[in-house]
């Protein structure tokens, strides 16, 4: 994979993946997405625009999944009551958001050629984005590397414990995807401030 850059004479966002690092991708963002959306705080999508706008019946309860707890803090720890009315009001929308965000890169790398189901070695995938889509995927690799991070048990500081492991081991190997997410948000940042 190539660093994401900006294009000289376009100025679009630019990048080239592997049909592996393509699809893995798209993999990561698919799941994100399922975990996102397999809880009743999504605004429905069947009710009326104005209807689905005014509704505040999301939860009042921190998520279970510590994933979701990282993604959806509790915005008053010692207010109970107002932490409660500040989800409810809040986390379906930001939920929304955030599934949006990781479709959107599926979607990108879908646009720019990835099959449905990989099967060809030697594939390429060229992405272009523009500025406002490079961000919803910038904010969508936060996202990402919150929720591998907490599953993982990341913690700062914690290195040289990862790079003790050996290569063969399924942890060491999805604190790489990990990094390898926060290299691609680093790229992007990079591109986007030029």
Do not use: C
């Amino acid at each position: 994979m190539s660093a994401f850059q900006r294009h000289r004479r376009s100025k679009l966002i630019i990048a080239n993946f592997t049909g592996f690092e393509a699809d893995l991708l798209r993999s990561l963002a698919g799941q994100l997405v399922e975990l996102l959306r397999n809880e009743a705080a999504v605004p429905r999508d069947d009710v009326d625009p104005f209807e689905a706008l005014m509704d505040f019946s999301g939860p009042e309860e921190e998520p279970d999944d510590p994933v979701l707890a990282r993604l959806f803090p509790t915005a008053y720890p010692d207010d109970e009551e107002a932490a409660a009315e500040f989800r409810r009001f809040t986390e379906g929308r930001l939920r929304d958001g955030k599934a949006a965000a990781a479709i959107a890169i599926i979607d990108g790398l879908e646009e720019a050629g990835l099959p449905p189901e990989l099967d060809e070695d030697g594939l390429m995938i060229d992405v272009e984005l523009d500025e406002a889509t490079a961000e919803t995927w910038m904010r969508s690799f936060t996202d990402l590397r919150l929720a591998l991070a907490t599953r993982l048990g990341v913690e700062e500081g914690d290195e040289a414990y990862w790079y003790s492991l050996p290569d063969d081991d399924p942890r060491a190997q999805a604190h790489d995807i990990y990094e390898w997410v926060g290299w691609l948000q680093e790229t992007l940042v990079g591109a986007l401030s030029r």
